[in-house]
């Protein structure tokens, strides 16, 4: 750990990841469609490379680059417990992604349930964490009971939980942050709710793992799942399960199988890039997050810095957030759905969706992508949200996706060029 004080430098950081030096008509591109996959650092590109090199082979073998392999996996299962916080390495299972990781496990949670009982789900959501649960349970014939949202900023209705909530609910399945708009739930206390009548939790933190630190032991949650391609690592799913939970559900593999939820042989070149995303990230707290050590007292070593890392990375984030909400309330027809308040924006991440008055979404998308600044348009499968608002026959919404390698440069750079597209209509 650093023994002294540093200031969050994003210039520091941005040097770590070749791509961000990609231009387009002369001028360096602008990526603010992390929410869709973030960018990945010289270290993951060259740990997946490696892996090809050096260990490529198959599990359990008695040779050389077998061992190396499974050493590999090893320590990635530690990595991500260290990350989530998890008390074990083996509450970690890494699969395709998190939407397949949750139809796997949903099966094996749907095999404990009887006809009548009653799982929750939330409007709020990715259809990763809705359709997994919805399809078990017409396969199991129970009940789905939808959290509703309030529509004024696109917050959960913990009223409508409450209701919702009897001695047959059996699963609450929820996201710790919102893809499309940004909220962030209130985990512990909907965990502690689900929990009072003895249900399970299944918490959808695919969206929040870039932007904050994530502690599955302090949330008391049964199951978190995330996916390391929007952190910084490639394309693989993590799954968190406490492990008596996992140990005591059915499990539907092959017999010889020595895992009984990571199905088949893995991704281990995926896994390979995604232990450096780890240590990516648990780089940035060795940098950068000495000031923020006082919250996590009890923390050492890796688990200390992948926290500090996300703390310092969430006041950057934050920082960027105030002055893109600021720039995009002086701008003409521009609506911004969610959390607008400034007073709310910690329970919030900088993930922005609008819309402009005479542009469609996808319009604007178009006009950004022409110069250079990427962003992403639609429901991004949160298509529930997107319909509850009204906005599903009208293309959705356009996301912006702030992430802590992006600039107040960038920012103003797209405020510019929003407020050239409303001034062309005008």
Known sequence: ????????????????????????????????????????????????????REMNANADGAFLTSRRSDAMLAEAHTAFADFLNACSPAEIKFGANMTTLTFHVSRSIGATLERGDEIVVTTLDHEGNVSPWRAMAADRGLVVRTIDIDPADCTLDLADLEASLNERTKLVAFGYASNAVGTVNDVRAIVDRAHAVGAL?????????????????????????????????????????????????????????????????????????SLAAVEYVASIGERFGRPFEDAFEGFTGRRLALKTAMRAVRVHELTLLERLMA?????????????TDPEQFDRRVPTVALTMAGHSPRAIAEYLGERGIFTWDGDFYAQALIERLGLFESGGVLRLGLCHYNTAAEVDRLLETLGELVARRR
């Open 1 to 52: 750990m650093a023994t002294t004080s540093v200031a969050f430098d994003a210039a520091v950081l941005r040097a770590e990841f070749p791509s961000l030096v990609l231009e387009q008509d002369g001028r360096p591109v602008v990526y603010f469609d992390g929410p869709g996959g973030t960018q990945v650092p010289q270290r993951v590109i060259d740990a997946v490379a490696r892996y090809y």
């Open 201 to 273: 939790t299944y918490v959808d933190a695919v969206h929040y793992a870039p932007h904050g630190p994530i502690d599955v032991q302090a949330l008391e949650t049964d199951f978190l799942v995330c996916s390391v391609y929007k952190f910084f690592g490639p394309h693989a799913g993590v799954l968190y399960g406490r492990e008596e939970i996992l140990e005591r559900l059915p499990a539907y593999k092959v017999r010889p199988a020595h895992d009984r939820f990571e199905t088949g042989t893995l991704d281990h070149e995926g896994i390979a890039g």
């Open 327 to 339: 720039g995009l309330a002086r701008i003409p027809d521009v609506r911004v759905w969610g959390i």
